[in-house]
């Protein structure tokens, strides 16, 4: 497993330190401006954020004891 580690590490370093050496030298493109486009297009409306209460419409169901499963299922049934 070790040598797995080490060989991985040296991979990765070698890789680091490499350099272009090809027979063609190449120059880099510049990056294009962006921010003058995103200026134009970035057009999105923002509303302001209102405080809304998680809780507004909860009202509290507690257990009000045991009663018996029948007359419950009765009163739950889709008939009444």
């Keep these: ?3 797995q580690i080490v060989m991985g590490a040296s991979v990765l370093a ?3 330190c490499a ?3 090809g027979p063609v030298p190449y120059t ?3 990056l294009p401006v ?3 486009q995103q200026a134009v297009t970035n057009t999105a409306v923002v509303s302001p954020v ?6 507004a419409g909860y009202t509290y169901r ?5 009663r018996d499963w029948r007359t419950v299922n009765e ?6």
Excluded: C, H, K
């Design 19 to 21: 350099q272009d050496l």
């Design 75 to 80: 009163e739950q049934s889709e008939g009444n």
């Design 50 to 55: 209102r405080y809304q209460d998680p809780l």
């Design 34 to 36: 962006v921010t003058a």
């Design 14 to 16: 070698l890789g680091a």
């Design 1 to 3: 497993m070790r040598i």
């Design 28 to 30: 880099r493109t510049p």
């Design 62 to 66: 507690g257990p009000t004891g045991p």
